[in-house]
């Protein structure tokens, strides 16, 4: 649950009664000294020396906020926010900053912000949001119960600045976030397909979206041959394609978000070395991002259209599970070879495009974990994106650098498919190369778009050792602030 706000218009004064506060400063103009002699903020005169004793200057609070004692005893942290850097930059040092008080685990944290009205605004959104996102506590199982374990920040107190809409689209995002999240790190016997299931079943529930799924007995009979592939290994047979769907009065547009939810994958036959299966109960993470999407869209009250398909399975190992060699035919009657039964990901994805893509959205949006190449080509700071449409990954793109959440366009030319070419089958899976094989997935899953138009993002930005812009937890959420970006700002109505 996020902390409660509250909005001061006024400046934060010496007599307000704080145990931590954030101070976030604008960076000066050309006249440096003249324009920073006029700005006066709270612990003004402790900073100045702080930073005369450390052999720092005022500017260098950017990359490195500090943080100090007031008079009062509270703890205060300073910040700079340069308004010309790009989002991601901006967002990074307010995190920083935040994560100074955050060590200390308050119950409250006071945010003072000073500069100009567009200053404030802005300053006040990425504090806000940094305070939501990082002051929500994700899942633990320890039980040790000492004074110095985390509990999540009650509540936020804003100075200098008010917002009529009280942040309602940076609330939603960070509800968003924090669901993707929340979901992310669950162990994995604690989120097998079938308790994932009832998870979203009771949440469509109380967020009055329409819920269908579509079990291992249903997609059988349909003919859904490469979701089943993967979801026969596993027993019991929990796996399913669910169905969410939003829809409101006047949207012109649907989209479509898809994503994969293998709660937990071994690789199958082809077996991963314990190094490589460590963690992956976090290979579920594109089905988060789409539900953290549709719960941010919801919130923020978004005039658009949403159907929400997770495709819900894991990749284990059995006398039943499939194999090298197997031929499957998928929903749309494609025969696939299968090469690698570690490449799992674009099996239930095919089916479950396919099921979309019958809906006809106007936008079809896929994300998912999906290969190690896209690790090795862009590591884990930007996710990489593919489009059957030019203008459509531009917007993508474009939705990174304002959110934050970094992309990277990548090509897919169809004479990729040569590496694709099988002597028994309509298509090779994927290759036991491995080379480019972030390229070769994305060509194997546009076969199962049809013509709608469909953009689908390799998640390897999903965890990143530190944190990774806004967010300060190693799994960061990487999508749902993109996914607002686009659906909020018109992109996808254009």
């Known amino acids: ?146 004074k110095s374990d985390r509990k999540s920040l009650a509540r936020i107190v804003l100075h200098g600045y008010k917002d009529a809409g009280n942040f309602a689209v940076s609330q939603a995002k960070a509800e968003g976030n924090l669901l993707t999240r929340e979901l992310t790190v669950l162990p994995p016997n604690e989120l097998t397909p079938g308790l994932y299931r009832k998870y979203v079943k009771k949440l469509a529930a109380s967020e009055g979206w329409k819920h269908q799924e579509f079990d291992i007995k249903a997609l059988r009979k349909m003919g859904a041959g490469a979701f089943v592939a993967v979801a026969q290994g596993s027993d019991p047979e929990d796996a399913a394609i669910v169905h969410l769907q939003r829809r409101i009065k006047h949207a012109h547009k649907t989209v479509a978000l898809v994503g994969k939810g293998i709660c937990f994958d071994t690789g199958g036959h082809n077996l991963k070395p314990p190094r490589y299966m460590h963690g992956m ?117 474009a939705a990174g650098k304002t959110s934050g959440e970094r992309t990277w366009a990548f090509p897919m030319d169809a004479d990729y498919d040569a590496e694709l070419e099988s002597k028994i089958a309509d298509v090779k899976q994927c290759t036991l190369e491995g080379e480019m094989d972030h390229i070769i997935a994305a060509r194997f899953l546009s076969r199962f778009v049809g013509d709608v138009s469909w953009l689908h993002m390799d998640l390897s930005a999903s965890s990143n050792k530190g944190g990774l812009g806004a967010v300060g937890s190693d799994v960061t959420g990487f999508g749902v602030a993109w996914g607002i970006e686009m659906l909020s700002t018109g992109r996808i109505n254009e």
Request: with cysteine; charged share 20%.
């Open 281 to 397: 109960h976090e290979d579920m993470n594109g089905s988060a991002v789409a539900l953290g999407i549709l719960l941010a869209a919801t919130r923020a009250n978004l005039p658009v259209n949403i159907d929400c398909w997770l495709a819900l399975a894991q990749n284990h190992i059995s006398p039943r599970a499939y194999k090298q060699n197997d031929v499957i035919t998928a929903l749309n009657g494609t025969t696939i070879e299968i090469i690698h039964t570690d490449a799992e990901g674009r099996m239930v994805l095919a089916d479950t495009l396919t099921l979309a893509a019958k809906q006809k959205p106007d936008v079809m949006i896929d994300f998912a974990t999906l290969t190690g190449s896209m690790h090795v080509a862009l590591g884990s700071r930007y996710s990489g994106i593919f489009s059957n449409r030019e203008a459509l990954a531009q917007m993508a793109l």
């Open 1 to 146: 649950m996020l902390a409660t706000l509250t909005q001061n218009a006024s400046l934060i004064s010496q007599s307000t009664k704080a145990t931590h506060i954030l101070v976030v400063l604008p960076k000066p103009g050309k006249v440096l000294d003249k324009h920073q002699n006029k700005l006066d903020f709270l612990g003004k005169d402790i900073l100045e020396v702080l930073l005369s004793r450390r052999r720092m200057s005022l500017g260098e609070i950017g990359d490195t906020p500090v943080a100090a004692n007031l008079g009062s005893g509270a703890l205060c942290v300073w910040v700079m926010v340069d308004s010309g850097k790009s989002p991601f930059e901006q967002q990074t040092s307010v995190r920083k900053a935040m994560q100074l008080l955050l060590e200390e685990n308050p119950a409250e944290t006071h945010i003072a912000i000073y500069g100009n009205i567009d200053e404030k605004r802005a300053f006040a959104e990425l504090a806000v949001y940094a305070a939501w996102i990082n002051g929500s506590m994700l899942p633990l199982r320890k039980t040790s119960k000492k």
